[in-house]
């Protein structure tokens, strides 16, 4: 398991907010809580910028994070991301912040302390591009957007 460094923005964050740890042992993300101070209603279409209460510093170009929606928020309650997935750079500093998109047709109250979203680490390849003319032929070309049929 790697270890990343954590800093802690909001007190609250380690106390009555849980740090955020992946929850089984299979578990690819790890849940990130809404630092509020008081529920906030997201009346449908409405996008907010939510804090996290924590800061990470990756410190690896090889690695980043992503912000997924949860499924249950997602598919249920039409609680998603407005950014659709948010990405953290290995140099980022920042606190990390969730942008929850209500694109469902209830209103949704987020709690403090909720779980918004999922955070998962993810290897990275950073390339720098070499232009060329013409590119060796391979069996697909420029076909793409269903040019193999639907079957
Ligand atoms: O859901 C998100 C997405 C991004 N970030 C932070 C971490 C990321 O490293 C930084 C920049 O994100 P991104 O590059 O996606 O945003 P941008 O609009 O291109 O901003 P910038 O000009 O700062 O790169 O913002 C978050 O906290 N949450
Ligand atoms: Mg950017």
């Not at 398991?1 to 955020?20: H, N, Q, S, T, W």
């Amino acid at each position: 398991m790697r270890e990343i460094e954590l800093k802690v923005l909001d007190p609250r964050v380690g106390e009555a907010f849980p740090l955020p740890e992946h929850a089984t042992d299979g578990a690819a993300g790890v849940d990130l809580r809404a630092c509020l101070d008081m529920p906030l209603t997201l009346h449908p279409g409405e996008t907010r910028l939510i804090g996290t209460g924590i800061a990470i510093h990756i410190g690896d170009k090889g690695l980043a994070a992503v912000l997924l929606p949860r499924s249950g928020l997602g598919h249920k309650h039409g609680i998603v991301l407005g950014n659709l997935v948010g990405l953290i750079d290995s140099d980022y500093q920042g606190e990390v912040m969730v942008s929850c998109w209500n694109r469902g047709e209830d209103t949704f109250t987020i709690q403090p302390g909720e779980r918004i979203a999922q955070m998962v680490f993810v290897p990275v390849v950073q390339a720098r591009f070499r232009v060329v003319g013409e590119f060796e032929s391979s069996e697909r070309g420029g076909g793409g957007f269903g040019s193999s049929g639907r079957h």
